[in-house]
């Protein structure tokens, strides 16, 4: 176990020694660089999309910095009764505060006198006045775990507030039908709009050309090539892959193929992605009724749920993938059946409607047009590494 690994692979906080500038798709201007004139722009919302783990948050923090920003999670507003009220108490306001007023009434008899208690001022004012003072700035993060309800509730309240010069980044998932930003009509001209974009190979293995040059260890361009790959456009899963190698219990300090693979299966085992994996195999129920078994290439037997969840966890690991490859890749997986397009999306379907019934965890993936959307890399490598 080599503990300077710590310092420099951060999967779980700011990479301080291994942060990576990007520049943004279709533009000269890094991320960066347009978070930062995003931020300029009074009365704007700023709404960052982007597939999950690939370093939105990361990217307010090294802008914003982390004693400027406050976070909160969609899930933070899964009960709200008062938007203003949650946010005021993440940062430390009474929001019950109330001044009081004596009132007295004379008669000949006696004196009696009444206490009248007042709110002092509307939270949202109250809020507002505590972020322009401290120059805060709202990151709301997971947007897409509220409801679309609350969704719709969050983006009317930015709506009136951003225009009194009250700062807040949004941050969520594309493919999401319950776009309330974007779709919003009150919102439109007022938005600033930034799509993060996957991680290329080549910007993931710059994490850790930085990271072992700065532990002064050599690692081989190929083996950095394929921790990249096992990344699936993830700077958290470079991060930790990188960062398992250095926790590994190892007299040997060469880093081979097979140090990077018991890596990664280091890095899966924490993964909290057993049930979510036992609920998509066992499918919706079956009355009872055994499911077929089709008999795979790799000598094993699966079901259509098990099957698919193998197909996958194979080689590449794809984030997108359409019905035509999703049912090729299927069928180059099997002995001697035939399974149809029309069988694979209504599986999909099915696995779509457990999904929409389940807590945040489980939001792993998404079938919409034809394209199943992987929301989650950690859950595609879990699959790929836990063997399933």
Known sequence: MDERYQKVFKPGTYPELTYVVRQSVETKYTYEERLQQSLKIDG??????????????????????????VSMSGNDFAKASDFW?????????????????????????????????????????RVIEYF????????LDDFHYA?????????????????????????????????????????????????????????LEE????GFKELNIRIEEALISRIALESIHSPQLMQAICLNIGLLPSDNPVITDEVVEESCRFTCINLPYADVVRILKAGPPTRGQKRLQYELKDQSHRDIYGLILKVLADNPPLVEIELAELTERIQNNLVNSKIGREKVKDTLKK???????????????EWKDDIMHIQDNLFLFYIRWAFI
């Open 44 to 69: 704007y919302l700023t709404y960052i999309i982007g597939p999950s783990k690939t370093g939105k948050t990361v990217l307010c923090e090294r802008v914003i910095g982390q004693e400027r920003i």
């Open 351 to 365: 696995w779509q409607d457990i999904l929409n019934n389940l807590g945040a965890l489980y939001q792993v993936m």
């Open 132 to 139: 322009k003072a401290k120059d805060k700035i709202f990151v």
């Open 85 to 125: 009220e949650i946010l005021g108490r993440k940062v430390g306001l009474s929001m019950d505060a109330q001044v009081s007023e004596q009132q007295s009434d004379l008669s000949k008899m006696e004196q009696k006198s009444t206490t009248v208690k007042k709110n002092y001022k509307g939270n949202k004012d």
């Open 207 to 210: 994490i850790a050309r930085k």
């Open 147 to 203: 409801s679309p309800e609350i969704q719709y509730d969050i983006a009317c309240q930015l709506k009136e507030v951003i225009r009194l010069g009250f700062k807040a980044v949004v941050i969520s998932l594309p493919h999401r039908s319950d776009d309330a930003i974007r779709l919003n009509p009150d919102l439109a001209g007022r938005i600033s709009v930034i799509e993060i974009k996957p991680w290329e190979q080549k910007q």
